[in-house]
């Protein structure tokens, strides 16, 4: 009986191998390393948030950092910030990524790119039904659009003299609402969602110059954008998007040049988005046969976990709705009958009330 035992626990070791085999002479593209010293990297939204913790941590990290933001006041704080904590001097651009003639004067005026960070990012969350059509279409203006500007006027640079420079890497700045769509975010998901199909396209028509794409999944992150946010969001949004937890800009840079360095196609920054992107890989680039093998066996139970999450939003937002049709009810009938108020009847009438939230629900 031991010796079936330790046979099925052999065969239970050894069925993996094969296919662990298979993955290592599958997987495209290769492994590479992105070397980050001695190199120019160039960031969008440099000023504030994520893009100055990357620009700190970049220049920490021994490269020639360049820094893009429409305020120039913005950018000059955030150059003397990082020379004092880094004593690195970095280029600064004033340009608005809506402007392609203005981003392709910034890149022809700086040195060629071996890493670019397209970080920029602006959110308005308003369920759409509410939003106004000038605030979906600046979103898709600066988060998308602004995105292809950036990357087709600085190709020529990344590309130049590309053999003899070593490995490039183009970051796109995506966000976990570019992985599942989240109440109150209808617009902004839809900008994220699009940078996806970019970087898939975009590695296929440049991995042969040995440029590499990445796509970063942050979460709800600690910058002076999500304090703005915060206070315009509608109350469900802030309650899906606390399932994931915050993190603060620094980490998100250190995740982020990890991953870049390592060639990483998906980069998430905690383990939920790691969930995530396990959940979503579909047919994305992945470098890693070990990080294959996991997206193939965790397939049914990711899909099963990911059924669990839309189960829990949509109680969240049937319960929120039905809360708010409840109190309306309430409130309209209160105040048709506060005037003549009688003892019997009103707690009847609130009795009747509850039961017809209760259907509602």
């Not at 893009?68 to 004593?87: F, M, N, V």
């Amino acid at each position: 009986m031991s010796n079936s035992y330790l046979f099925l626990l052999l065969l239970l070791l050894l069925l993996p191998l094969p296919l662990l085999l298979i993955l290592y002479l599958l997987v495209r593209p290769r492994p590479v390393k992105i070397p980050i010293k001695n190199r120019h990297v160039f960031i969008t939204g440099g000023s504030s948030g994520i893009g100055l913790a990357l620009a700190h941590q970049a220049a920490s990290e021994g490269a020639r950092v360049s820094i893009l933001a429409r305020s120039l006041d913005k950018l000059e704080q955030a150059k003397q910030a990082i020379q004092l904590s880094t004593g690195v001097d970095v280029a600064v651009f004033a340009a608005d990524v809506r402007d392609y003639d203005a981003v392709s004067k910034a890149i022809s005026e700086a040195d060629p790119i071996d890493v670019l960070i397209v970080n920029q990012g602006v959110f308005v969350p308003q369920e759409l039904e509410k939003q106004e059509l000038d605030e979906v279409k600046f979103m898709i203006d600066v988060n998308l659009m602004g995105s292809f500007h950036m990357i087709k006027a600085a190709l020529p640079s990344i590309k130049n003299n590309r053999t003899d420079r070593g490995p490039a890497s183009i970051a796109l700045m995506s966000s976990q609402a570019g992985q599942v769509g989240i109440y109150g975010y209808t617009a902004y998901s839809a900008s994220k969602f699009g940078l996806r199909g970019l970087a898939e396209a975009l590695q296929q028509e440049v991995i042969a110059d040995d440029i590499h794409v990445s796509l970063i999944f942050p979460p709800d992150t600690d910058t002076p954008g999500l304090v703005e946010e915060t206070k315009l969001r509608p109350q469900l949004t802030s309650i899906i998007a606390a399932s994931s937890g915050a993190m603060k800009a620094d980490e998100v840079a250190r995740k982020t040049l990890s991953g870049i360095k390592s060639g990483s196609f998906f980069i998430p920054c905690n383990f939920e988005g790691l969930l995530l992107s396990i959940a979503t890989a579909g047919l994305a680039p992945q470098r890693s046969y070990l990080m294959a093998f996991v997206e193939i066996v965790a397939a049914g139970i990711s899909r099963f976990a990911a059924l669990c999450f839309q189960w829990n939003w949509d109680l969240k937002v049937r319960g929120a709705c039905c809360a708010y049709e409840f109190l309306r009810i309430t409130a309209d009938s209160y105040a048709d009958h506060y005037k003549s108020f009688e003892f019997p009847w009103s707690c009847w009438k609130l009795i009747s009330l509850i039961i017809k939230g209760i259907r509602i629900c």
